[in-house]
């Protein structure tokens, strides 16, 4: 009796199991990226301060996670970590039969993609039209407790009512209610039925009206249309166009150039949707820092975060041992310069006078993953000018790394001007510069 009732539980489980368009011939399609503000001087210190909030998030997702914090409140879903703002790239996305198509914000750091849906108890008025109107197309569904979409979301912020898979999420700065959905995807010209997403129908995070999940965990969208790779390219000049981000068979890295390191797992996090890599080493000019495993490691103390790579946070940050050592070494390679402080620093750390020029001859920076794969960071990525004068020539330039008290994570002014490839399926992280326009 037992046993048939749970072959029927189990039979039921499959069958609830939404088919997935897919897989082994998918093509591979391509979209475009475009940053909410572009980087200039001026806008340097909102991006901080956007950064701020996300770093404190992201480093108490792995500190709870890794038992270092208590989970005293309902913020423990360690992913989804997002607020609109400069610093934000966007992606355009449709769901629905007829397609509705949204702007959402590309997180390399969350799961669940969602949108705002009718009726809305508080949605942002913006973009117009900003509403998915469920009742309206024909491909919709809701998606039952029982789907493992639902099951794969975590307890900590999902109910099971009448509406159906309800889930809570909370980013610490705001957040976004709604209820689990199952729809026809089109993006890059390609459609995927079945697709499940969060229909949300109360919104506060910060002017957030829809987010693409491109973390390494179940529910994200690369996960689910199986495509088993993504890559991109940043533009930094951004007045020239839009980035592209290409999926699946047309996510590949190539040329002389390609540098390739293995994605690591959080020792006391393996199930975490976040991208961590090895950073062992860093040389500024011609000094090779003092850094060890445990620098921006994970340690057995619980003091090293690890490091990440992050689509959503703007400038790099380095746990503090290792940012001291790079400022440090900065300092005194540019001894003759004046430093700079206070509001004309734009929120950044180490910054310099330059009196309408640039700094003659920064120090090279270049940061080394394990297997031998050296990231030679182009200048424009890591010396940016924070202050310019009538003519646009810069007067104060800063450097755009950052402490931070544990995690690490390389942002997406680092990766600018270079081809991205994150590989799910071989488990490993490849870049080599780029003329992004060509990508
Ligand atoms: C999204 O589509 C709109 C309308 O076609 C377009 O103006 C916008 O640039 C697109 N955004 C992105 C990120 O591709
Ligand atoms: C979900 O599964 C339970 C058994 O665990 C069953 O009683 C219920 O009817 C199912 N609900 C749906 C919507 O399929
Ligand atoms: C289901 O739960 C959510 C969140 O607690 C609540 O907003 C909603 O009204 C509930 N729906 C029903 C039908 O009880
Ligand atoms: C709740 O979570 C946030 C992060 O989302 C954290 O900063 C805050 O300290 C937590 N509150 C309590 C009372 O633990
Ligand atoms: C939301 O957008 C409005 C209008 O564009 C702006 O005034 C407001 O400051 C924004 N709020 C946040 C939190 O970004
Ligand atoms: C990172 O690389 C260092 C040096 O090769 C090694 O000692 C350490 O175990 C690696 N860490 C992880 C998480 O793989
Ligand atoms: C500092 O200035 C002196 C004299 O002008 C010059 O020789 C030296 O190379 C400068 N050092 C740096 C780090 O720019």
């Keep these: 009796m037992a046993s048939t009732a ?60 890794a038992g270092r914090a ?52 508080k949605c942002f008025p913006r973009p117009t039209p900003n509403l998915f109107q469920p009742a309206g197309s024909s491909s919709f569904s809701k998606l039952s407790c029982n789907s493992s979409f639902c099951q794969s979301l975590s307890t900590s912020f999902r109910t099971c009512n009448a509406t159906g898979c309800v889930y809570d999420y909370r980013y610490g700065k705001g957040y976004t209610d709604g209820y689990l959905a199952a ?43 199986g495509v088993g790779r993504f890559s991109y390219c940043l533009r930094s000049d951004m007045a020239a166009g839009a980035s592209p981000i290409l999926f699946g068979s047309l996510a590949k890295v190539t040329g002389g150039k390609v540098q390739t390191t293995p994605f690591v797992r959080h020792p006391a996090l393996p199930a975490s949707p976040f991208y961590y890599v090895n950073l062992t080493g860093i040389t500024v000019g011609s000094t090779d820092l003092p850094v060890t495993s445990s620098t921006f490691g994970f340690t057995r103390t619980g003091s090293g975060g690890g490091t990440i790579v992050d689509s959503g946070t703007t400038f790099t940050y380095l746990a503090e041992a290792g940012y001291a050592m790079v400022k440090q070494s900065f300092q005194s390679q540019l001894g003759n310069l004046t430093t700079v402080t206070g509001e004309r620093a734009g929120g950044l750390d180490l910054c310099f006078e330059v009196n309408g020029g640039d700094v003659a001859v920064p120090p090279k920076l270049v940061l080394r993953f394990a297997g031998a794969a050296d990231y030679d960071v182009p200048v424009a990525s890591y010396i940016g000018a924070v202050e310019v004068d009538s003519q646009g020539r810069p007067t104060v330039e800063c450097l755009l790394l950052l402490p931070s008290k544990d995690i690490s994570i ?30």
């Design 6 to 65: 749970v072959l029927v539980l189990a039979l039921l489980v499959v069958l609830l199991l939404p088919p997935i368009t897919l897989a082994g011939d998918l093509p591979g399609f391509r979209a475009t990226l475009t940053r909410i503000q572009p980087y200039s001087p001026g806008t340097h210190s909102a991006a901080v301060r956007r950064d701020s909030h996300r770093l404190a998030l992201l480093s108490y997702a792995s500190a709870v996670g």
């Design 70 to 121: 208590a989970a005293t409140n309902s913020s423990t879903s360690i992913q989804a970590l997002v607020e609109n703002g400069p610093g934000a790239y966007l992606m355009n996305l449709s769901v629905g039969t007829p397609p509705f198509t949204f702007p959402a914000v590309v997180d390399t750091g969350s799961d669940l993609t969602w949108t705002q849906c009718a009726p809305c108890t």
């Design 183 to 225: 729809e026809t995807l089109t993006v890059g010209g390609d459609s995927f039925s079945n697709f499940a997403f969060g229909c949300s129908t109360e919104n506060g995070v910060g002017n957030l009206s829809g987010l693409v999940g491109l973390a390494r965990s179940p529910l994200s969208l690369v996960s689910q249309l």
């Design 410 to 439: 390389v942002g997406n002014v680092l990766q600018m001007d270079l081809h991205v490839l994150y590989d799910l399926d071989g488990e490993k992280f490849s870049f080599a510069p780029a003329d992004c326009a060509k990508v």
